[in-house]
C-alpha cells in the first residue's frame, strides 16, 4: 500500500515566538518513505532538529511575527494489513519487566493513575491478564466516551475524561492508558496520521492518537477510539502521554488560523 501524507497549519503570531514540533514520521518508518518527509516553512525559518528520549524526531523553530505556514507532502510505503492481534500475549509480572518498561507504569501528566486505581481493579481485576485484560480495558474506554471534536479541551485528563464520559481520541488514549497501568501493564501514548483506508469517511482528515501495550515481550497497537483493528496507521511520536507527543508545543502567544491534515492511499506504483 502507498500512502500520501502531510499537512498544511498556520500560525499568526503576536511576536516571535519559539515552538517545538514533532511533526515528522517516527523514525521507526523512514525505511518506508518513498519521498522526502520536510516540514517546510513559507517564510524561511531556520529548523533544528535532534531526536528526544522517546526515539522521536523533534524540530525547533522560532516563528516570526505574523502569518506562517508549516507544510509537509510525502508518499510513504505501509503493509497494508490490520493491526496485529495477539490473543496469547502474556502480561509481565512488575519484577520482570524490561528497565525501559517500567516508566510506562507511572502516572503521568494526563495519566493520573491514582484516581482510576481502585475502579481498574474493580472492572479488570478478575478478567485474566494479558491481552484478555487490555482488550476488556479498549473495549472499556471506547463504550465510556462518547467521540465530538467539540469536546476537546487540551487540559483534559484520563479522570476527567472518564466522568465527563465524552472527548476526542487523545481522551480514549489517555483513559485506556491509565487503566493498563492501574492493572500494571505498561502503555504509552502514540499519535500519527490514520485516514480512512477501508473504512467509511468519518469527516475531516485530523491527526490521530491510540496507544501500545507491553505484553508478551513486546509492544502491541491498541485504539479505544475505533475498538478494532484498523490500517494505515503512520507513527509520528510516542511518549508517556500528550505532553510527550504533542505536535506542536508553543512559548509564546500564537492563534492557529489553518489546519488541514492529509493521508489517503494512493494507487500502486
Not at 516571535?16 to 514533532?22: G, R, S
Not at 467539540?150 to 487540559?155: G, I
Not at 504533542?246 to 488541514?260: C, E, Q
Amino acid at each position: 500500500m502507498r500512502i500520501r501524507a502531510g499537512y498544511e497549519i498556520t500560525y499568526e503570531c503576536p511576536q516571535p515566538t519559539p515552538m517545538l514540533l514533532l511533526l515528522n514520521v517516527h523514525p521507526s518508518r523512514h525505511q518506508d518513505l518513498e519521498s522526502f518527509d520536510l516540514l517546510r516553512t513559507d517564510r524561511g525559518v531556520a529548523i533544528g532538529q535532534y531526536h528526544d528520549t522517546f526515539g522521536n524526531l523533534c524540530s525547533r523553530v522560532v516563528l516570526p511575527a505574523g502569518h506562517t505556514v508549516l507544510s509537509s507532502d510525502f508518499v510513504i510505503r505501509d503493509s497494508g494489513e490490520p493491526d496485529p492481534v495477539t490473543p496469547d500475549a502474556i502480561q509481565h509480572p512488575v519484577e520482570n519487566l524490561p528497565d525501559d518498561a517500567i516508566v510506562f507504569l507511572l502516572a503521568s501528566r494526563y495519566c493520573e493513575t491514582e484516581q482510576l486505581l481502585a475502579l481498574a481493579w474493580r472492572l479488570f481485576g478478575d478478567v485474566p491478564p494479558g491481552w484478555a485484560r487490555a482488550q476488556a480495558i479498549v473495549k472499556y474506554t471506547h463504550q465510556r466516551i462518547t467521540f465530538g471534536y467539540e469536546h476537546a479541551r487540551p487540559t483534559k485528563t484520563a479522570f476527567e475524561a472518564h466522568e465527563e464520559r465524552q472527548g476526542v481520541c487523545r481522551d480514549y488514549a489517555h483513559l485506556a492508558i491509565t487503566l493498563c497501568r492501574c492493572m500494571n501493564i505498561p502503555a504509552r501514548y502514540c499519535t500519527g496520521y490514520m485516514g480512512d483506508i477501508g473504512v467509511p469517511i468519518e469527516g475531516e482528515m485530523d491527526f490521530s492518537a491510540w496507544f501500545e501495550v507491553y505484553l508478551g515481550g513486546a509492544w502491541h497497537v491498541l485504539d479505544a477510539r475505533h475498538d478494532r483493528p484498523r490500517i494505515g496507521r503512520v507513527l509520528m511520536a510516542r511518549g508517556r502521554d500528550a505532553t510527550d507527543a504533542a505536535i506542536v508545543t508553543s512559548f509564546g502567544p500564537n492563534t492557529l488560523t489553518g489546519f488541514k491534515v492529509i493521508a489517503e492511499e494512493l494507487p500502486r506504483a
